[in-house]
């Protein structure tokens, strides 16, 4: 202890004036686990060591000791925001790898559910981000708008947040009756408040003030650094996953990819807003596209056999007990296979060597990338600026798990 006090003593004398802070890991800000260490010239920033904190699990290690299916519940605490856009990708290339082409109603609901899941990530990072400005009001409109979202995820999967909701070759079941109607309806409520938040926020001047011109990020900055999302969108760079490298439905909806010019924070924030929009008018287009069918693959050896067949045959009963106790026997191979997350390019690149468990698994986590270029947006600026600015990141611990 005393030799960290002398060190710190040390570091004083040498940077002359300037004050050597920790910002977190309890501060209200920081999510309980990231911590600044800032070297600060009276309120402007000279220099920022990151901690990302010790939100870690170990999934991709954990990965190796399950069932391929068995992965699953641990991709929904990679990004507890929105679990239902992981759980989605992960099984995405376990299809690739296996060569499984799913159903167009299968296609269509997890479309559904990867929409449904964006606009819960993006509301409340809209809302948090206006509470620690001081702004009570919007804080509470977007998490009510929130509220109104996760009863119907509940209604879908059987759980408000960790879903484990998708199967390889398919879905846990099929859309309850009367889900459309109950989508329709929480979705004209999440339109009502986030006129509200707009309202409140958008043209509010010190909102604008403490948002405009501050976390700066340039196109070849965020391109250099890996930056996916919207992180990327909002510095003019067009790209988005959903519209350029299309999966599941989404060739099939109309949609716009929404893009920044300054790739400040108010972009940042004006584009989760016109992307909530743009979610919606999937999600509606979805639901009056949906087609029938069946929702998972007719192959005992990917999917369970129904509960009639397992009970009712000598077959049924040998696949289920098969798939349960050795899991899926995926080819030997490797595959990668990214899809759009809320906070940018969720990829998950996996390795079988042709048995029931994966031999490597590893996330390309959207956050992580975010967080690499959080010092270049802060330094010589000022101490407040750190606050917009890592809101706006929308840095999710669980997604930088390492």
């Given at each position: 202890m005393t030799a960290s006090i002398h060190a710190l003593k040390q570091t004083a004398e040498r940077v002359g004036d300037d004050m050597i802070i920790n910002m977190g890991p309890s501060h209200p800000a920081t999510h309980g686990t990231v911590k600044f260490v800032l070297t600060l010239d009276g309120e402007t920033i000279r220099d920022m060591d990151i901690t990302i904190g010790y939100l870690h699990r170990g999934f991709e290690k954990m990965a190796e000791a399950g069932t391929w299916q068995q992965v699953l519940p641990y991709t929904d605490r990679l990004n507890y925001v929105s679990p239902l856009i992981n759980n989605v990708g992960y099984v995405g290339a376990v299809e690739k790898l296996w060569g499984i082409e799913i159903t167009p109603r299968c296609k269509y609901i997890r479309t559904l559910a990867c929409e449904i899941s964006r606009i819960t990530?993006?509301?409340?990072?809209?809302?948090?981000?206006?509470?620690?400005?001081?702004g009570f009001a919007p804080f509470l409109f977007g998490v009510q708008a929130r509220e109104v979202l996760y009863p119907i995820v509940e209604e879908l999967t059987g759980a408000r947040l960790t879903t484990s909701y998708t199967r390889i070759g398919g879905l846990r079941h099929d859309l309850p009756e009367g889900f459309g109607e109950l989508?329709?309806?929480?979705?004209?409520?999440?339109?009502?408040?986030?006129?509200?938040?707009?309202?409140?926020?958008?043209?509010?001047?010190?909102?604008?003030?403490?948002m405009i011109g501050t976390g700066v990020l340039s196109q070849k900055d965020a391109i250099s650094s890996g930056c996916t999302g919207i992180m990327l969108r909002c510095t003019g760079v067009d790209w988005d996953l959903r519209k350029h490298q299309p999966y599941l439905a989404?060739?099939?909806?109309?949609?716009?990819?929404?893009?920044?010019?300054?790739?400040?924070?108010?972009?940042?924030?004006?584009?989760?807003?016109?992307?909530?929009?743009?979610?919606?008018?999937?999600i509606r287009q979805l639901l009056k596209q949906m087609p029938g069918g069946p929702v998972n693959v007719k192959d005992w050896n990917v999917v369970l056999p129904p509960k009639h067949d397992v009970y009712n045959s000598i077959e049924g009963m040998i696949a289920h007990f098969k798939l349960v106790t050795d899991g899926h026997q995926v080819p030997a191979g490797e595959a990668y296979y990214p899809i759009e997350g809320g906070n940018g390019e969720v990829g998950f690149y996996i390795v079988s060597q042709g048995n029931g468990r994966p031999y490597r698994i590893h996330v390309r986590p959207p956050c992580f990338y975010a967080m690499g270029i959080l010092k270049k947006l802060c330094v010589n600026h000022m101490l407040a600026d750190?606050?917009?600015?890592?809101?706006?990141l929308n840095m999710i611990g669980g997604e930088v798990d390492r």
């Open positions: 990530d993006h509301l409340t990072s809209l809302g948090a981000g206006a509470l620690e400005l001081g989508v329709e309806s929480g979705l004209c409520k999440v339109e009502d408040l986030c006129t509200k938040v707009d309202q409140l926020l958008t043209r509010n001047r010190i909102f604008y003030d403490r989404y060739d099939e909806l109309d949609f716009d990819v929404i893009v920044g010019q300054a790739g400040d924070n108010y972009d940042r924030y004006l584009c989760r807003m016109e992307e909530v929009r743009q979610s919606i008018k999937m750190i606050i917009p600015t890592f809101d706006t």
